[in-house]
């Protein structure tokens, strides 16, 4: 072989190395993910995950029913995920593998509100899990609204006990100990919708 042919024969192989780096890092990351985050990912098709959608209702200390969409995100998407290995600085993801997010739809008396939310889950591997709701323009409509989420999923059912905050009109928060209202507690049993 001639010196220009070992030239290029060695650039189509540091090219190809560096591609296959990059692949690999994707697979291998994408695997880890699934060790790491088993409710978020999974190598069987069929193993039900808490990222999706769900629906169900709770009736709030006003007796006034709150209907509740929501969908849990995937932590991290294959487009971020290959935009990650791509970068020639890698970096480890730090993010709790418990950590889940997400958005949800609430509507109480014909009033749709969106919402983000949060929260995560007591172990990777586990079924106990917290999250909270927060409206996206960060206004709460007057009344009892949804606070604090908390209970078990198992499969498809997230089997919740829902803790209320009280808002007035002002938009303020409002609490006393006097009526047996405000601590009182809701049930959600939420349903996956497929």
């Not at 803790?163 to 405000?182: L, V």
Request: aromatic share 12%; proline share 6%; charged share 25%.
């Amino acid at each position: 072989m001639s010196h220009p042919i070992k030239i290029k024969v060695a650039i189509v192989g540091v090219i190809l190395l560096v591609v296959l780096s990059k692949v690999g890092c994707f697979y291998f990351d994408k695997i880890n993910d699934t060790n790491r985050r088993p409710w978020a990912f999974s190598s069987d098709a069929s193993k039900p995950l808490l990222v999706g959608k769900w629906q169900g209702s709770v009736t709030d200390p006003d007796n006034r029913i709150h209907e509740v969409e929501m969908e849990i995100f995937v932590p991290t998407t294959d487009e971020e995920r290959w935009k990650w290995v791509s970068r020639s600085h890698i970096k480890h993801d730090r993010s709790s593998p418990t950590f889940f997010d997400g958005m949800a739809m609430l509507e109480v008396n014909g009033h749709r509100d969106s919402c983000e939310l949060w929260g995560g889950l007591d172990e990777p591997d586990g079924h106990q899990i917290h999250f909270q709701f927060r409206p996206v323009n960060d206004v709460h409509p007057p009344g009892f609204n949804l606070n604090l989420l908390e209970g078990t999923w198992q499969e498809h059912t997230l089997d919740l006990t829902v803790d209320f905050a009280f808002f007035k009109p002002d938009g303020s928060s409002f609490y006393t100990s006097e009526d047996p209202r405000y601590d009182q507690k809701g049930h959600l049993m939420m349903k996956r919708v497929l």
